[in-house]
């Protein structure tokens, strides 16, 4: 049966659809067509299916439209009649309520524009099924320079339509490999031109835009510079091309390539050696006001020093230092700003005086530290020849002790340096051929050893003074008070008052700190070293959390060492140089009675009897070798 347009609103009535058709189309640009005009092959009932890929310029729009019709063949990589998911028109015009670009409720108007493509372009499944690497276009877009200005009203501003139509018709998108394309690589300088045309006349006349214009793909273009969706105002710190990061993020990724320096013949280290003059490291130290490599060579109009027309050819230097040194002098132009690989930044005399500080350093600091040396050797002997001496470690301990402080400090060396592997420290260590892939070994092989001598401490609480020794260790009701009578002494509030227990409140949380450390990173450690294994049983999220409390325990542990033990056993004006038990077992009683004197006659007792001890084994050693000898004596 067919119908007619006057018919279409006894079906298609507001009540049904939600949609006053007829009072859309009444306010759109269409007013006045005939629901046929455009719909011209539903004036049968029942309607025929149309394929949507037949859609995509429907016939409708095509006997008025027939240029754009026949214009819009493709959209990106998809074709007309093939792509299924293809926009048709009334995905970006709309369909009764379209209205002129002009208008700004139009979904072509520029303001409208990025949530219009956005339908698409920020649809996840979309962009991952057509292999689009840019999965967040509209989002970026709309917090660069150019999205700001459109949001703020400024109808002149670049959006979708602006950069990526070509032949200045959206109807007309084309993929950036294609040739014709207003993004393909070479046509970039001349779409940014559009809008900045004085712009890209100075790129064109640089020595980038020569290389650009005879065909060269190295050659930097707008966006390789700029950026893309996301291009900041110059004036943003963030953006690639602010004043402090130009140097850097900018210039540096092609004239530090080694593969490009080598193909055009540009000298390396020009960046290094800029880096260590002035202007680098106050750039560097996020000064704005600093001259950077554009305030010299130019923005667009680039150009090398032997062109008589460039900003830093030899007769236009004293104009171009100028603008931030007035009245510079000829002599001071034609100081070297950097230089090539390092050399011919500075003078010969620079050199000699540079190797003479260096040389005088080595022997000044060294001669300095030898003297510290020679006095804390001379303190040392002292400390341990003073007697009376009071046992405070065995000589099991001792070794405990050592082996804890050895793997302990390779742990932390091996350690930072896999997240600070530019650091001195990291690469005098392991900044050589192979280093790196050695420290994981060392590593390791100091885990193992310090786990070992965890399992040593273990075993040695099994035994009677190692049961006596955790039971010293443990917290009681004196410690609390002993730590508030020595902060009141601090704090002049207070006489001072002697441990009287075996060990003191710092040597207990230290102790216990190092049972809490030990086990986080020995847990952690594990499921870094063998990540396989752990990942069958556990997720992703765990092995993440474990690198995070790894590294932060580190710092921890580390810390704790440096601030709490040192000052503890070294650093106290009661102990300095250094308490000595760690190498001897033993102390002065002096220190002993100052640090524990409620314990000092225990302890007397206790190194009586370990020199008993050891008379007995010297004399039952010595026993049988006497034995021996009197069985030997020839009868007299």
Not at 205 to 211: A, D, S, T, V
Not at 341 to 366: F, H, K, M, P, Q
Not at 477 to 485: I, K, S, T, Y
Not at 541 to 559: F, N, Q, R, S
């Amino acid at each position: 049966e067919r119908v007619d347009s006057a018919s279409c609103v006894e079906c298609h009535d507001a009540s049904e659809h939600g949609i006053d058709f007829a009072e859309e189309l009444s306010r759109s640009i269409h007013d006045g067509l005939e629901c046929l005009d455009c719909h011209v092959h539903q004036n049968v009932v029942p309607h025929p299916e149309i394929p949507k890929a037949q859609c995509n310029v429907c016939d409708g729009c095509r006997s008025c439209h027939t240029d754009v019709a026949e214009t819009y063949q493709v959209h990106g990589r998809s074709r007309i009649g093939v792509g299924e998911d293809i926009p048709h028109c009334s995905d970006c015009h709309g369909s009764h309520d379209i209205l002129p670009s002009s208008s700004n409720r139009s979904k072509t108007h520029p303001a409208n524009l990025p949530e219009t493509c956005g339908n698409c372009h920020s649809n996840l499944d979309l962009t991952t099924k057509y292999e689009l690497l840019f999965h967040n276009p509209i989002e970026v877009f709309s917090s660069s320079v150019h999205g700001k200005a459109v949001q703020g009203g400024v109808s002149v501003a670049a959006t979708c339509k602006d950069c990526h139509s070509t032949g200045d018709t959206s109807h007309r998108i084309l993929p950036p490999g294609d040739p014709e394309s207003s993004i393909h690589h070479f046509n970039i300088p001349k779409t940014c031109g559009k809008c900045h045309g004085k712009v890209e006349n100075e790129y064109w006349e640089g020595i980038h835009g020569k290389l650009v214009a005879r065909g060269e793909v190295d050659a930097p273009i707008c966006t390789r510079c700029h950026g893309e969706h996301g291009i900041l105002s110059p004036s943003d710190p963030r953006s690639p091309v602010s004043k402090a990061r130009v140097a850097e993020q900018t210039c540096s990724p092609c004239h530090e390539s080694a593969v490009l320096n080598e193909k055009y013949n540009i000298p390396s280290g020009r960046l290094t050696t800029f880096i260590d003059s002035y202007h680098g490291l106050k750039t560097k130290a996020g000064d704005a006001r600093v001259a950077n490599c554009a305030s010299c060579h130019g923005v667009h109009r680039i150009l090398p020093s032997s062109d008589p027309s460039s900003t830093i050819h030899p007769n236009n230097l004293r104009k171009t230092c100028g603008t931030c040194h007035p009245n510079i002098s000829e002599r001071m132009v034609g100081t070297p700003i950097h230089g090539v690989s390092g050399a011919g930044l500075r003078t010969a005399v620079a050199d000699i005086v540079e190797n003479i500080y260096i040389v005088a350093i080595v022997v000044i600091i060294g001669l300095m530290a030898l003297h510290w040396l020679l006095d804390l050797g001379r303190q040392l002997i002292l400390l341990l020849r003073q007697r009376p001496q009071v046992r405070r470690m065995t000589t099991g301990e001792v070794w405990q002790h050592l082996f804890l402080a050895v793997t302990f400090t390779v742990l932390v060396i091996s350690g930072f340096a896999l997240r600070f592997d530019q650091s001195f420290v990291s690469r005098f260590f392991f900044g050589w051929e192979g280093g790196f892939q050695l420290r994981g070994i060392v590593h390791r092989v100091a885990a193992t050893l310090f786990m070992g001598t965890v399992v040593w401490h273990l075993v040695f609480m099994l035994t009677r003074r190692g049961r006596g020794f955790v039971r010293d260790m443990l917290p009681r009701w004196l410690d609390f008070r002993f730590f508030w009578q020595r902060t009141l002494y601090n704090l002049g509030r207070g006489e001072e008052v002697g441990c009287q227990q075996r060990f003191n409140y710092v040597e207990k949380a230290e102790y216990w700190a190092l049972v809490w450390g030990t086990i986080v990173m020995v847990a952690t450690g594990l499921m870094l070293w063998f990540d396989n294994w752990f990942m069958q049983y556990l997720p992703k999220g765990a092995l993440d959390i474990a690198l995070v409390v790894h590294y932060w325990e580190a710092w921890l542990a580390t810390l704790a060492i440096l601030v709490w033990h040192f000052y503890s056993v070294v650093y106290n004006p009661h102990v300095y140089p250094m308490n000595p038990s760690w190498l001897t077992g033993t102390m002065p009683e002096a220190m002993y009675r100052h640090e524990h004197p409620g314990y000092l006659e225990q302890a007397k007792r206790e190194t009586e009897e370990h020199l008993q001890r050891a008379v007995r084994r010297v004399r039952s050693d010595s026993e049988p070798e006497a034995k021996e000898t009197n069985e030997e004596a020839p009868e007299g």
